[in-house]
């Protein structure tokens, strides 16, 4: 078995350097999301090193011209973050109802519709490009400008304009299928 630094020599020089500039320039990013997303601080700390590591090893599969990019580094960083402390949440539910002993309380769970709302949102979701997914989130969840965004992703105010319309459509397609047809 290959250890973690065999693993990074391996990769070659270019790839550690790329990921070392990425890491440089975004560490505060993911951990700036993390606390937005509600995380503590020692919870940010923890899962902002996860999202990293986690990035590091799909790095290599990335296309060159997305490696140099700040704004689609981002991208794919903020869906890393996302899911990861989506993950987070879930394990720490089940790790809390294992020690409790506790059966889930009757009445105020989700229905049958909100999981397959759900689970048909995060189909949506992963169908689209990271950067129409980060500036979706921002503008929506968020409340970051147009202008904001498309200087955070490096894309013109039309083309984030665009990424958001494209996002809201499909996600309102996912959500009521023959809607949004015009």
Request: hydrophobic content about 45%.
């Amino acid at each position: 078995m290959q250890s973690n630094a065999e693993e990074a020599l391996a990769l070659g020089d270019g790839l550690l350097r790329d990921f070392d500039r990425i890491y440089r320039e975004n560490a505060g990013y993911v951990f700036g999301l993390l606390r937005r997303f509600g995380a503590s601080r020692p919870q940010a700390e923890d899962l902002a090193h996860d999202v990293f590591e986690t990035f590091f090893y799909k790095l290599a599969a990335l296309p060159e011209g997305d490696r140099s990019s700040l704004g689609r580094m981002r991208a794919y960083l903020f869906q890393m973050t996302w899911q990861r402390l989506a993950n987070h949440r879930r394990l720490h539910a089940v790790r809390l109802e294992q020690v409790t002993d506790a059966e889930p309380a009757r009445g105020g769970e989700p229905s049958a519709h909100a999981y397959v709302l759900a689970r048909e949102l995060a189909r949506a979701f992963d169908a689209l490009d990271p950067v129409a997914v980060a500036v979706f989130v921002g503008f929506e969840v968020f409340g970051a400008t147009v202008p904001e965004l498309a200087a955070e992703h490096e894309i013109t105010e039309s083309e984030a304009r665009a990424v958001l319309r494209h996002a809201r459509l499909k996600l309102r397609r996912a959500v009521c299928p023959g809607e949004g047809e015009g």
